[in-house]
């Protein structure tokens, strides 16, 4: 089994054993969980700061005079200086604590569209959008009377850069566009995509929901105006996010929610707000979550984000070359720059079937539209199967995952 590459700081055992859940059965069988790309598991790391946070440092932030609150203050903020760092923000002030990706973007196409949106307008996505970058600039629109451009896709699911050229004009406002793609795989040349709009000083947003597990991401070097990411599929909990931006456009842009922490003073006549990032951060936190996802952020970094993708890139190649060697099995997103994700069907079944058979034997993978159902649309497809690795699968998962769908199909034909 050759699932260990060279790095010498790299040691897939060693991880794997950070994670206790992946010890444990599913169905009577040990389970084999390539649905990372919905949400990763927890290591030990993250789940030993979140009991360690509320047993001992549990109290609210930004608020108390007490040496606890002090304390639940420093912890929380080491959070946002540990993200700060996984981003390479130039300051703390530009990060912002959001519930997940969803919440950046919206943010984002709320605030910034109140400000910069006016009829006539437009905003640039493309077709392999997520949802969560389609429908909070479709209520932007609707409100503002701005219009939604969509960059079209090639067969093999990459954007077609020369009609992302002729979209941009003088009526765009933003473009915001997905940096690796949740059902296809696909990473985007956002550097181009972004300088591209940047020579007609449009500013960027990234969904980077799929990229920050994977690759290593660097604000400064992409120049990037805005970049959303999800707490929950970086090995960090639940309901809690980053959503960097610049702080030139936080600074122009009105509070998106208003309430506790976000303002300067209060009254009935007029309310002025704090400095950033706290402008953007209204009534508590998610205080644990930031503790917990600022202890992920360094775990990833540990292993380092080269390592990460050497070892995915290994699984991805194995799993699609055996993939392909089953009769009827085709792959959705056959982009030549692409992250560990991959999208099938086989011919004469349906993807539901497939994936309740797989999660008999104990094989966790996603099937249906992936929350990008324009997309689907764009293939004529109602959904596929999806298998997504992360850092702490190995080659036996592939293997496991290969049997099975042949093993499904040949029961289903
Ligand atoms: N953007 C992309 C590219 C995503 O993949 C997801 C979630 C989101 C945004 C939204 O993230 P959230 O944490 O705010 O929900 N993607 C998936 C998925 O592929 N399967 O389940 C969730």
Same mark, same amino acid.
């Given at each position: 089994?050759?699932?260990?590459?060279?790095?010498?700081?790299?040691?897939?055992?060693?991880?794997?054993?950070?994670?206790?859940?992946?010890?444990?059965?599913?169905?009577?069988?040990? +389970?084999?969980?390539?649905?990372?790309?919905?949400?990763? $598991?927890?290591?030990?790391?993250?789940?030993?700061?979140?009991?360690?946070?509320?047993?001992?440092?549990?109290?609210?932030?930004?608020?108390?005079?007490?040496?606890?609150? $002090?304390?639940?203050?420093?912890?929380?903020?080491?959070?946002?200086?540990?993200?700060?760092?996984?981003?390479?923000?130039?300051?703390?002030? *530009?990060?912002?604590?959001?519930?997940?990706?969803?919440?950046?973007?919206? +943010?984002?196409?709320s605030s910034f569209?109140?400000?910069?949106?006016?009829?006539?307008?437009?905003?640039?996505?493309?077709?392999?959008?997520?949802?969560?970058?389609?429908?909070?600039?479709?209520?932007?629109?609707?409100?503002?009377?701005?219009?939604?451009?969509?960059?079209?896709?090639?067969?093999? @699911?990459?954007?077609?850069?020369?009609?992302?050229?002729?979209?941009?004009?003088?009526?765009?406002?933003?473009?915001?566009?997905?940096?690796?793609?949740?059902?296809?795989?696909?990473?985007?040349?956002?550097?181009?995509i972004i300088d591209?709009?940047?020579?007609?000083?449009?500013?960027?947003?990234?969904?980077?929901?799929?990229?920050?597990?994977h690759l290593k991401?660097?604000?400064?070097?992409?120049?990037? /105006?805005?970049?959303?990411?999800?707490?929950?599929?970086?090995? @960090?909990?639940?309901?809690?996010?980053?959503?960097?931006?610049?702080?030139?456009?936080?600074?122009?842009?009105?509070?998106?929610?208003?309430?506790?922490?976000?303002?300067?003073?209060?009254?009935?006549?007029?309310?002025?707000?704090?400095?950033?990032?706290?402008?953007?951060?209204?009534?508590?936190?998610?205080?644990?979550?930031?503790?917990?996802?600022?202890?992920? +952020?360094?775990?990833?970094?540990?292993?380092?984000?080269?390592?990460?993708?050497?070892? *995915?890139?290994?699984?991805?190649?194995?799993?699609?070359?055996?993939?392909?060697?089953? /009769?009827?099995?085709?792959?959705?997103?056959?982009?030549?720059?692409?992250?560990?994700?991959?999208?099938?069907?086989? *011919?004469?079944?349906?993807?539901?079937?497939?994936?309740?058979?797989?999660?008999?034997?104990?094989?966790?993978?996603?099937?249906?539209?992936?929350?990008?159902?324009?997309?689907?649309?764009?293939?004529?497809?109602?959904?596929?199967?999806?298998?997504?690795?992360?850092?702490?699968?190995?080659? *036996?998962?592939?293997?496991?995952?290969?049997?099975?769908?042949?093993?499904?199909?040949?029961?289903?034909?």
């Open positions: 089994m050759s699932n260990t590459i060279t790095a010498p700081a790299f040691d897939i055992a060693r991880i794997r054993a950070d994670f206790p859940l992946l010890e444990g059965e599913m169905r009577g069988k040990p +389970l084999v969980f390539l649905d990372s790309a919905a949400s990763s $598991q927890k290591p030990q790391q993250v789940l030993d700061a979140l009991d360690y946070y509320y047993r001992h440092q549990n109290a609210n932030v930004h608020r108390g005079v007490y040496e606890l609150s $002090q304390q639940a203050t420093d912890a929380f903020e080491l959070g946002r200086e540990r993200a700060r760092h996984f981003l390479n923000a130039g300051s703390t002030e *530009e990060v912002i604590f959001v519930k997940g990706c969803t919440d950046g973007i919206n +943010l984002v196409a569209g109140r400000k910069f949106l006016r009829e006539g307008d437009e905003v640039i996505i493309s077709a392999m959008e997520h949802h969560s970058n389609i429908v909070p600039w479709q209520l932007a629109c609707e409100y503002s009377g701005a219009i939604l451009k969509v960059i079209p896709i090639n067969d093999r @699911g990459e954007l077609i850069m020369e009609e992302y050229k002729k979209l941009l004009s003088e009526r765009t406002q933003i473009v915001s566009i997905v940096h690796v793609s949740n059902a296809l795989g696909t990473i985007n040349p956002v550097k181009e591209l709009a940047h020579d007609r000083d449009i500013p960027v947003l990234l969904d980077g929901a799929q990229a920050t597990p991401v660097d604000v400064q070097a992409l120049d990037v /105006d805005f970049y959303a990411f999800s707490g929950h599929k970086v090995f @960090g909990p639940t309901g809690i996010g980053v959503l960097y931006g610049k702080k030139k456009w936080l600074d122009a842009m009105p509070p998106y929610q208003g309430g506790g922490e976000m303002i300067a003073t209060v009254s009935f006549e007029k309310t002025t707000y704090n400095e950033l990032p706290f402008k953007f951060e209204a009534g508590t936190p998610d205080i644990s979550g930031a503790v917990g996802l600022g202890v992920a +952020l360094e775990y990833i970094e540990q292993i380092g984000q080269d390592n990460i993708s050497a070892h *995915e890139n290994h699984l991805l190649e194995a799993a699609t070359k055996q993939l392909l060697e089953i /009769d009827g099995l085709s792959i959705i997103g056959t982009a030549e720059n692409k992250a560990s994700v991959i999208s099938f069907l086989i *011919e004469g079944t349906h993807p539901y079937d497939l994936g309740t058979i797989l999660d008999k034997l104990g094989i966790a993978v996603r099937t249906g539209h992936h929350c990008t159902q324009p997309l689907m649309d764009r293939f004529e497809i109602p959904g596929t199967v999806r298998a997504s690795f992360a850092v702490y699968n190995t080659m *036996e998962d592939v293997d496991k995952l290969v049997a099975g769908v042949k093993r499904a199909a040949n029961m289903l034909r």
